[in-house]
């Protein structure tokens, strides 16, 4: 299955900045997803992200809070804008290889914002 | 009709007993099942899967029971370690694998000795 580098592991950010996080494939994937994660709690879908088109968002998520970048089929960068208290979470991105390997996540993303 | 609904949210096992964790779910259209661990500081990874064409799927000490009729399926750890200590989280999706995964809200499972 496929191996997913995401990176920064954790940061600390202050409230009004930006944080780009950015997750790379070791393979081809047409589909990336962007999750958060509260702590101790389940994946929410942020949105789904298709090289060369427009990312697509879920309810209650926005491109101007969170903007995405597919550059190219490997790669992808979340964009968490505008930081609040409330942004402080867990994010990961995740690809989707099919039924045989489900999807695999990256390790996270660990915010916290002051 | 996306939801899936876990329980228990917490379970505390001996060593060497059985873990049950439930999942039941409402859309008709899912047709993949997976379940993933995630241990703390890391991302989830695929436990084991199942497609409703089956009853059963059993990979080493990990169980899957599904029951289409009911919509509900199940994971079985035997024989449970204290490695086994993670949070569990079952999913369900559509077009076999390929569509968005719903979680489940997750299970934190504690194995004592």
């Known amino acids: 299955s496929a191996v997913i580098s995401q990176k920064p592991s954790r940061d600390i950010c202050q409230r009004g900045t930006s944080l780009t996080i950015q997750c790379q494939v070791d393979?081809?994937?047409?589909?990336m997803f962007w999750y958060r994660q509260q702590p101790g709690q389940s994946l929410t879908l942020i949105a789904t992200?298709?090289?060369?088109?427009?990312?697509?968002?879920e309810s209650g998520f926005v491109i101007d809070k969170f903007p995405i970048s597919r550059p190219n089929l490997t790669f992808s960068t979340l964009t968490v804008s505008n930081l609040s208290p409330e942004d402080s979470s867990i994010y990961l991105c995740?690809?989707?290889?099919?039924?045989?390997?489900?999807?695999?996540f990256g390790s996270g993303t660990r915010l916290t914002v002051v | 009709q996306q939801q899936v609904k876990q329980s228990p949210q917490s379970l505390i096992v001996q060593k060497g007993g059985i873990s049950i964790i439930n999942c039941a779910y409402e859309?008709?259209?899912?047709?993949?099942f997976p379940w993933y661990q995630q241990f703390p500081g890391k991302g989830p990874a695929l436990l084991i899967a199942i497609r409703p064409d089956v009853s059963e799927k059993k990979e080493g000490r990990f169980t899957i029971s599904f029951n289409k009729s009911a919509k509900q399926f199940s994971l079985h750890i035997m024989d449970s370690q204290p490695g086994d200590s993670a949070t569990y989280f079952c999913a369900a999706n559509s077009n076999f694998g390929n569509e968005k995964l719903t979680f489940g809200t997750g299970t934190r499972l504690t194995i004592i000795p």
């Open positions: 859309n008709t259209a899912f047709d993949y």
């Open positions: 393979s081809q994937v047409t589909m």
């Open positions: 992200a298709n090289q060369g088109s427009e990312a697509t968002y």
């Open positions: 995740s690809v989707s290889q099919g039924a045989r390997h489900g999807y695999t």
